[in-house]
């Protein structure tokens, strides 16, 4: 049984930085990919960052570019997110996917496991 459990989230003004975090447990557990997607109401689920486990490439939507930074340690995935906006606010979720990809992945339907989620809110 694989589990992904987020946290760190929270509110913050405009300008602000917040760290969120996701722990991976399970039994032989290697996953190729790591990301945070996030998805606020009424919009799509959308990649925000992903990491390749294996040599460490990434992706960032251009929204967040300069501003967001994901990165890794050995079963623990973490989101830096700077200079916070308003349009940041949604649910922020991690996931991990357990088989190789031609690039990087930035579709959700491409990863096998989901946390729960945990919500950032950025007021003006």
């Known amino acids: 049984q694989v589990q992904l459990v987020e946290s760190g989230g929270g509110s913050v003004q405009a300008g602000g930085s917040l760290r969120v975090s996701c722990v991976v447990s399970?039994?032989?557990?290697?996953?190729?990919?790591m990301a945070w997607f996030r998805q606020a109401p009424g919009k799509e689920r959308e990649a925000v960052a992903v990491?390749?486990?294996?040599?460490?490439r990434t992706y960032y939507a251009d929204s967040v570019k300069s501003r967001f930074t994901i990165s890794r340690d050995t079963m623990t995935q973490y989101l830096q997110m700077n200079s916070l906006k308003p349009e940041d606010t949604a649910m922020y979720y991690c996931?991990?996917?357990?088989?190789?990809?031609?690039?990087?992945?930035?579709?959700?339907?491409?990863?096998?496991?989901w946390g729960q989620g945990t919500q950032v809110t950025v007021s003006s």
């Open positions: 996931a991990a996917r357990r088989s190789a990809y031609s690039g990087l992945p930035t579709r959700h339907h491409e990863y096998d496991y």
């Open positions: 990491i390749a486990i294996g040599g460490g």
């Open positions: 399970g039994t032989d557990y290697s996953p190729y990919y």
